[in-house]
């Protein structure tokens, strides 16, 4: 595949996001358009949603949105002067701790129409057994194999 190639593919198929950055990167863009269509995704709480991060398609703010918000603000030099409401949301996010967890449910957030369930892919859903950030990839399934019985009787 060649830019141009590219090119054509992101200007049929891309966002407008996509598109402002491959400019940037590619073609000399201004990177105050890619700011502008970062900011069709930057929630009034600092973080970020909308489907910035395609796995999480509600407008909720996500751990894993902002930190792809992060990437295209440092891509194009602009991080020092959006860290403030972001380090913010992360912040209100966090556990005790300082962690941050991979998602949060939805609703969690403030949102304009207050966000229930929102769609999103399985491996972006918290846990519901725990808080996000104490989830371990193997609780659930333990818990479905203790409660199938004795291994003799399966």
């Not at 950055?21 to 909308?50: C, E, I, S, W």
């Not at 369930?117 to 725990?130: F, G, H, K, L, V």
Request: one cysteine or more; hydrophobic letters at 35%.
């Amino acid at each position: 595949m060649t830019i141009s190639a590219a090119q054509e593919f992101l200007y049929h198929h891309a966002r407008v996001l996509d598109r402002h950055r491959f400019a940037y990167l590619f073609a000399g863009g201004d990177p105050d358009q890619v700011l502008r269509a970062l900011d069709a995704y930057r929630n009034p709480d600092g973080g970020y949603g909308h489907a910035l991060e395609p796995d999480g398609r509600g407008p909720d703010s996500q751990p894993l949105a902002t930190l792809t918000a992060l990437m295209v603000l440092t891509e194009v030099g602009a991080l020092a002067e959006h860290a403030k409401p972001v380090a913010d949301y992360l912040t209100s996010i966090s556990d005790p701790s300082g962690a941050v967890p991979f998602a949060v449910p939805a609703g969690s957030t403030r949102t304009p129409r207050g966000g229930r369930s929102r769609p999103r892919a399985p491996c972006c859903r918290p846990p519901t057994w725990r808080a996000p950030w104490q989830a371990s990839p193997t609780r659930g399934s333990r818990a479905r194999r203790s409660s199938a019985g004795p291994a003799s009787t399966r």
